[in-house]
């Protein structure tokens, strides 16, 4: 066999076929477009991740919580507050699924609370995993056998080393005004935050004063740490005699 490449090859004869002359009408008429191709299928949409295989058994999601570092000096400075960036998130959790609901509280913390924010938002909310850190703060009411001591945590009031026989609204209405400390209440507030409208014992704006009168009762020769600001409401300021117990973290009843 030659290994020799021929390139004066003829090459070969290609058979045409004619085609016959077009007529005035179709010179007039114009060409039809060439077909588009079709486009592309559109890929099928992803399907949604499967829940969790590590869930304790007989459990199911229901929500999530989304802890949130942030005072309102930083969020100022992003030129925002805490409630904007609540409504913003509300917003876009409605848009994505309206059938959604939500719940937002801020979460307080002792003043000067070292930590990130973060850290301290989920121990004051009572994060279980945040929580489980922790241990537990020694008992100090050997130390704190005079004066009064709020325990938020354990939701009573020590008074002079004992325990005093507080109703828990009555609790509630002290705790409301000891982490508000330094700001006037207003009536108007105590009643709105602390009672259900439909609530059947819910007071008026002046009988909410029977129960600050309840209250100070009951704290006795510490009457005045809870303050009356003339026309206006109650306030409760730095004081001597109270010590307060945080616990893991100080619950809020703020709501967005």
Do not use: C
């Not at 989920?122 to 945040?130: G, Q, V, Y």
Request: proline share 8%.
């Amino acid at each position: 066999m030659s290994n020799t490449l021929l390139l004066d090859r003829p090459a070969p004869t290609r058979h045409l076929q004619a085609v016959p002359p077009l007529s005035d009408a179709q010179r007039a008429t114009p060409a039809a477009p060439a077909a588009a191709a079709p486009a592309p299928a559109a890929p099928a949409p992803a399907a949604p991740a499967a829940p969790g295989h590590n869930l304790p058994a007989g459990t199911s999601p229901r929500g999530f919580a989304l802890y949130v570092g942030i005072d309102e000096l930083k969020a100022a400075a992003s030129g925002v507050s805490l409630g904007v960036l609540v409504d913003a998130l509300r917003r876009t959790i409605a848009e994505l699924a309206p059938a959604a609901e939500t719940y937002a509280t801020v979460a307080l913390a002792p003043a000067g609370a070292g930590g990130r924010d973060v850290d301290v938002v989920r121990l004051a909310l009572h994060e279980p995993s945040a929580v489980a850190r922790t241990k537990d703060e020694p008992e100090d009411e050997d130390r704190a056998a005079d004066g009064v001591v709020v325990d938020i945590s354990r939701k009573r009031v020590l008074i002079d080393g004992e325990s005093a026989a507080f109703t828990f609204k009555e609790f509630e209405l002290l705790q409301y005004l000891v982490l508000r400390e330094g700001r006037t209440i207003e009536r108007t507030e105590l009643v709105a935050s602390l009672w259900q409208a439909t609530d059947d014992d819910a007071p008026g704006e002046r009988t909410i004063d029977v129960h600050v009168r309840r209250l100070r009762a009951k704290l006795g020769r510490y009457e005045d740490i809870v303050r009356t600001v003339r026309g206006v409401g109650y306030r409760f300021d730095r004081h001597a005699d109270v010590a307060i117990r945080y616990g893991h973290g100080a619950p809020s009843p703020d709501r967005f």
